[in-house]
């Protein structure tokens, strides 16, 4: 596709259980980043890969969330245990650059934790 | 932790009128960006700028950015129904990465038909 895509669009989820949400990035595109926007705010930076290497995982909230990029392509942000307070909209946006100046953003995934 | 406050939060409107919403920051922002972000979709991005007091237009929305480098406004003329959707602004760090963005809260605009 033309697009950075997601899949699933919407995950409902059992408090306890583990999620993985996926991200197809543009082809070629040697960034990629996750970001996490909750209802009615403005999304919040989770993690950079410039390639397969995670250079920046500083906004992951705990250590119950897991990103990773094994072979630079498609990423998998993984939620272990999910809370109620996990519940949100994940971006994944992807850029040519290294710098990331314009990035592109995917629909996202909605996760709802019940 | 620079923060990024937009204002007005909320903004309902007639077709053909204008309009001009805020972001603000009490820190430098090397450049700042403005996206457009429609239900159930991810943030479009609408401009970026980069010099201090730039003005950018694109067809009916003018984009400006502080001469201190720590604001931005974007006005629309004559709003469209087309037009309706979170509008964010976003900044990367001044003296800090080059690659983490930092976003508002959003303005969520409608305009009525």
């Known amino acids: 596709g033309a697009g950075v895509s997601q899949s699933p669009r919407y995950k409902v989820a059992k408090r306890g259980q583990d999620v993985a949400l996926r991200c197809d990035p543009i082809s070629g595109h040697v960034s990629l980043f996750w970001y996490q926007q909750a209802l009615g705010q403005g999304p919040e930076f989770l993690t950079y890969?410039?390639?397969?290497?995670?250079?920046?995982k500083s906004g992951l909230p705990s250590d119950r969330f897991f990103a990773e990029r094994p072979e630079g392509s498609v990423s998998t942000l993984k939620i272990q245990r999910t809370q109620q307070e996990d519940s949100a909209v994940y971006l994944c946006?992807?850029?040519?650059?290294?710098?990331?100046?314009?990035?592109?953003f995917g629909p996202g995934t909605r996760l709802t934790v019940l | 932790t620079q923060l990024l406050e937009q204002s007005p939060q909320f903004l309902s409107i007639q077709e053909g009128e204008n309009l001009t919403v805020y972001c603000n920051s009490s820190?430098?922002?090397?450049?700042l960006q403005w996206y457009r972000q429609e239900p159930g979709e991810g943030p479009v991005l609408l401009v970026t700028?980069?010099?201090?007091?730039e003005v950018k237009k694109l067809k009916r929305l003018t984009f400006q950015f502080g001469d201190a480098r720590k604001d931005s406004s974007l006005h629309i003329t004559a709003a469209q129904p087309g037009d309706t959707g979170l509008y964010l602004c976003a900044g990367f760090n001044s003296g800090g990465s080059n690659y983490k963005l930092t976003f508002g809260k959003g303005t969520l605009l409608t305009v009525n038909p």
């Open positions: 946006a992807s850029s040519s650059r290294g710098r990331g100046n314009e990035q592109f």
């Open positions: 890969f410039q390639n397969e290497a995670q250079l920046d």
């Open positions: 820190s430098v922002f090397s450049s």
């Open positions: 700028v980069v010099t201090g007091g």
